[in-house]
């Protein structure tokens, strides 16, 4: 597949434990935040997004929690499954400017 | 299938060999734009457009050129390509209204090799 980054910070989990994936962002006018998955060999996918006005959203099997007061968000996925091995994305957007991409964390999870 | 389509998915060229990148979308979006994805560097924006004959610059838009005469077709053009432009490329399209700007869709890639 193709390589989608060679020094990215790493997360290594045991399939069946709960994941949790930071990001902290710069821009203090963000107001919207977003989750993106990426596995090897395909482009990004969109998992879960949040507004500014609330502090945490819940998907299937995913959580995702804002603290704007330190600008930092977290993607939680419980009960951590090999298809979840990838690269996660956050991205922010303030207003109506383009979405801006942290570099991203690379999950591995271990059978 | 909603989906977005890039070819062609693999090229190799040689510097100054002009070249497009066409990008498709079958879902009515307004918003399309234009990556580049190099290890350590993430995701960086080259041009977006947010509707028929409306387009930005991105980030990194320096030698590249983006036309949208059609909703659906967002090609990208490398009028003459040199070797730091060697990269992996994605496409990606959204809504702009109801506050889905953000969920954007991305095709397959298209990995560019110039020599």
């Known amino acids: 597949g193709e390589s989608v980054g060679l020094h990215l910070p790493t997360l290594s989990v045991q399939e069946g434990d709960n994941s949790i994936i930071n990001c902290a962002y710069s821009?203090?006018?963000?107001?919207?935040f977003i989750w993106y998955k990426q596995e090897s060999g395909k482009g990004p996918q969109f998992i879960i997004d949040?507004?500014?006005?609330?502090d945490k959203r819940q998907g299937q099997r995913v959580t995702v929690l804002l603290n704007k007061t330190v600008k930092h968000l977290s993607l939680q996925i419980a009960a951590t499954q090999p298809g979840d091995s990838a690269v996660y994305f956050c991205?922010?957007?303030?207003?109506?400017?383009?979405?801006?991409f942290g570099k991203g964390t690379r999950l591995s999870v271990i059978a | 299938e909603a989906q977005v389509t890039q070819n062609p998915r693999y090229l190799i060229t040689v510097t100054g060999k002009k070249l497009t990148v066409t990008c498709s979308q079958n879902m009515n979006h307004e918003y399309m734009s234009w990556y580049r994805q190099d290890p350590g560097l993430g995701l960086r924006q080259i041009y977006y457009?947010?509707?028929?004959?409306?387009?930005d610059k991105g980030d990194v838009p320096e030698g590249y050129k983006v036309s949208r005469k059609e909703k659906r077709n967002f090609p990208l053009i490398l009028e003459s390509p040199s070797p730091n432009q060697t990269s992996l490329y994605f496409c990606?399209?959204?809504?702009?209204?109801?506050?889905?700007?953000?969920?954007?869709?991305f095709g397959p890639g298209t990995r560019l090799t110039v020599t």
């Open positions: 990606a399209s959204s809504f702009v209204g109801g506050g889905r700007a953000g969920e954007q869709y």
């Open positions: 949040i507004r500014s006005n609330m």
């Open positions: 821009n203090s006018a963000s107001d919207y």
């Open positions: 457009s947010m509707n028929v004959e409306v387009t």
């Open positions: 991205a922010e957007m303030a207003g109506n400017t383009p979405l801006v």
